[in-house]
């Protein structure tokens, strides 16, 4: 699908910036082919004067307190004190999104987010977005709205939003998702939030025996 965006994108003289790709660790279920698990997101600008905000989604450098230690510079930090430019693949490895690779899980059955949308993208997802790409005050556009991701991350954030959805359960979803959000009630996953890792509690399947044997 990617591909296709992409050549409507190029006839149209915008520029590629970014082609992101957002992995998840939990995919389609598929019998006869692999498991679909990523996403890619294309960004492009009509022109060469565009909004990027890279402060607001810096992530941590792996050696903060870094110096040069020779040269002109010798003494002062060699990198920025804000963190660093994150990675265009957003995975599903880490703690949390301030670390180097953006956790951002997507919307299955136990999500805190999922309603009766069957390809539903996760608040944060778009948040990361907004945050970049935009200023307070901006107006975000999402012309498949689906049940308002993008609407619930564009005010939660200050920035004004249309969006547009031929689906009317779809509508109705999203305004009472809106209604919730402004009343403080709406479920979201925290931006912050680690991802579960089973612990010697969980119920989790066994190793087969022959496959132990392999091991030893």
Not at 46 to 65: A, T
Request: charged fraction near 25%.
């Amino acid at each position: 699908m990617d591909i296709y965006y992409y050549q409507i994108f190029k006839r149209l003289n915008l520029k590629l910036r970014n082609r992101i790709i957002w992995h998840f660790g939990h995919g389609l279920h598929a019998s006869k082919r692999f498991s679909g698990r990523y996403e890619t997101i294309l960004w492009f600008t009509k022109n060469d004067k565009y909004i990027f905000n890279l402060d607001e989604v810096r992530v941590p450098s792996k050696y903060p307190g870094k110096r040069h230690f020779k040269g002109p510079n010798k003494g002062l930090p060699s990198g920025n004190p804000k963190g660093k430019n994150p990675s265009d693949i957003w995975d599903v490895v880490q703690n949390d999104w301030y670390s180097e690779l953006w956790d951002i899980p997507n919307v299955k059955s136990n999500h805190p987010e999922k309603t009766i949308h069957q390809c539903q993208f996760p608040v944060e997802l778009v948040e990361r977005c907004v945050l970049a790409l935009t200023n307070e005050g901006s107006w975000v556009l999402d012309p498949f709205a689906g049940v308002g991701s993008t609407l619930i991350a564009a005010i939660k954030n200050n920035r004004n939003a249309i969006v547009i959805e031929k689906e009317e359960k779809y509508c109705n979803i999203s305004s009472q998702r809106l209604e919730s959000f402004k009343e403080g009630s709406l479920k979201l996953r925290p931006i912050n939030k680690p991802i579960h890792k089973p612990s010697k509690n969980d119920k989790v399947a066994q190793v087969p025996i022959e496959w132990q044997s392999l091991n030893t």
